[in-house]
């Protein structure tokens, strides 16, 4: 089976502007998750979809939003960016079926970068 | 709230010994414990989880991993490590509790170093 592919897997961005991220989960899995990885803050969850609902969300500001579409495949969107949003993201895939005990898959991220 | 801590930044090991990255949670009912490792400029990779039953898992690529519930940790062990182990090892809780929500809180990670 292919692995989460994310795309792009870099960009580079000047403040103000917005940016949108795609992922591909695992064929089969229904269950989409949104991390953001840097260096002072480490992994932060971002949010969860689930049969293209929002099922959870982290401590991020409303500029980050996403979606999930029937396929599965989700995009997350970062408006009016800052210097700050500069980071690793990563999406993970899993099952969704298995509740607590699903593993999550991750991608190879986007690298973002804010100038 | 839930949280993990990995108190080493980084570990260092000579190829050929046994290695241990260290992990312990903090969960308001039982755990759901995850290992994954990151490669530079890579995504994580899953290597084990525990989610109940014996207390040592095993999991990908050698390593296995010990769950004590008395001193609330999950170290992560191989037997002899590998140069190609260097990597950043993150340790992951999901809370039982935690109702209906997948996501994992992640600890700040340990660096691997194997010396050849």
């Known amino acids: 089976k292919a692995g989460v592919t994310q795309t792009p897997r870099y960009l580079i961005k000047t403040r103000g502007q917005q940016v949108t991220l795609s992922c591909s989960p695992i064929?089969?899995?229904?269950?989409v998750s949104w991390y953001q990885q840097t260096p002072g803050q480490g992994l932060q969850f971002l949010f969860e979809?689930?049969?293209?609902?929002?099922?959870n969300k982290g401590n991020f500001p409303g500029r980050f939003s996403g979606r999930q579409f029937s396929n599965s495949r989700s995009e997350m969107n970062v408006s009016t960016l800052e210097l700050g949003d500069s980071a690793l993201y990563l999406c993970?895939?899993?099952?969704?079926?298995?509740?607590?005990?699903?593993?999550?898959?991750f991608g190879p991220g986007t690298r973002l970068t804010v100038l | 709230a839930q949280s993990v801590a990995q108190p080493e930044d980084q570990v260092n090991v000579a190829e050929g010994n046994p290695l241990t990255v260290k992990c312990t949670y903090s969960?308001?009912?039982?755990?759901?414990l995850f290992w994954y490792v990151q490669y530079p400029n890579r995504g994580l990779q899953f290597l084990l989880k525990?989610?109940?039953?014996?207390?040592l898992v095993k999991g990908s690529y050698g390593f296995e991993a010990e769950f004590n519930k008395s001193q609330t940790s999950f170290h992560l062990k191989k037997p002899s490590a590998l140069v190609s182990d260097s990597a950043l090892y993150f340790c992951?809780?999901?809370?039982?509790?935690?109702?209906?929500?997948?996501?994992?809180?992640f600890g700040s990670g340990t660096r691997l170093q194997v010396q050849p």
């Open positions: 064929s089969g899995h229904r269950s």
């Open positions: 969960v308001s009912g039982n755990p759901y």
């Open positions: 993970a895939s899993s099952q969704g079926l298995a509740g607590r005990t699903d593993t999550q898959y």
């Open positions: 992951a809780v999901r809370d039982i509790f935690y109702t209906g929500r997948r996501a994992l809180t």
């Open positions: 525990y989610i109940t039953g014996d207390n």
């Open positions: 979809y689930f049969s293209e609902t929002q099922r």
